[in-house]
């Protein structure tokens, strides 16, 4: 039995559903239908009964799910016990980010690390929102910079800022002369949209946006990553709603259009871990507070 087979069963008994169960876990369903055979198997009893409406957890299961419970939550304190110790005798700081704390936020912090903490090694890791959470509590990173925070009782974090979202069109557009454009322009126009899964909060922000003023664009593609938005707009795909702090990257093609209705805003957060006792982490966030005038949120 290994510790994957018990966050598997936990998972579907939480869910009473295999479909939901698999996405939670990021597997697939008959993979995880077979994991949970494997783990009925080795236990000899039956822990779930499954019908075609339903997953229900049988009595026998219900106390395993106990100790599967403690099990899990025993060997998730092991290895963060082991990963503290490891990372408090080091002389370093994992830096986890998304590419705007790369522009506006190190440029301002790193002097002042440098300057106070030179025999600290900086590793920097290049991470998703829902990758940095997840490394975050595993303890892979010390800090995170993200668009959206997990408000959980583990995690502190700082508001640094919001920034508006800003639009963006090919210079050719039909609209490139007006000063001023209606939102209602974005009614079936193509629209490059940033995917779920590499930016989940601007896909949400922007979706509910859409959802919120009624507008229907169309979405010819989505895009992984920030800079694939400028060039398909710089390619004629269409327009794009993105992150102001992109604006000084943008090229000769394309061009940022004011709009008479406000366009939604985007925030950045810096998140750590409640249990850890890291002055470089202090400092970073002593800073960001002066230099943002954000109020703190532990």
């Known amino acids: 039995m290994e510790l994957r087979h018990l966050r598997y069963f936990v998972a579907v008994a939480e869910e009473l559903n295999f479909t939901k169960a698999a996405q939670r876990m990021c597997t697939v369903q008959p993979s995880l239908s077979q994991q949970i055979k ?8 039956q822990l779930l009964v499954r019908t075609n409406r339903k997953v229900t957890v049988t009595e026998e299961g219900k106390a395993f799910l106990k100790e599967a419970y403690l099990s899990i939550e025993h060997a998730e304190k092991a290895i963060h016990d082991a990963r503290f110790i490891a990372n408090a005798n080091k002389d370093q700081l994992n830096i986890g980010f ?28 290049s991470l998703t929102d ?18 959206f925070v997990d408000d959980s009782e583990k995690f502190g974090y700082v508001q640094i800022f919001r920034e508006p979202l ?35 909060q601007l896909y949400k922000i922007t979706k509910d946006f859409f959802k919120n003023a009624k507008l229907a664009p169309n979405i010819v593609q989505f895009s992984t990553n920030i800079l694939l938005n400028i060039n398909l707009v710089g390619m004629g795909v269409g327009w794009s709603l993105v992150p102001a702090y992109v604006i000084p990257l943008l090229g000769d093609k394309i061009l940022v259009k004011n709009t008479v209705e406000p366009l939604p805003t985007i925030g950045l957060y810096a998140s750590y ?5 890291n002055e470089v982490i202090e400092l970073i966030l002593q800073k960001l507070k002066e230099q943002f005038y954000m109020d703190m949120f532990a």
């Open 38 to 45: 494997d783990l009925e198997q080795e236990v000899g009893v």
């Open 166 to 200: 800003a639009l963006i069109v090919p210079k050719n557009a039909s609209i490139a002369a007006q000063s001023h454009i209606s939102i209602k322009h974005f009614n079936h126009q193509e629209f490059v949209m940033s995917d779920e899964a590499s930016s989940p």
């Open 98 to 125: 998304v590419p705007v704390a790369e522009m506006k936020i190190f440029p301002y912090i790193m002097p002042n690390i440098r300057a106070q903490y030179p025999h600290v090694k900086i590793n920097f890791h």
């Open 273 to 277: 871990r409640k249990n850890q006792e």
């Open 130 to 147: 829902i990758e940095q959470i997840k490394a975050l509590e595993k303890g892979e990173i010390d800090i995170a910079f993200t668009r």
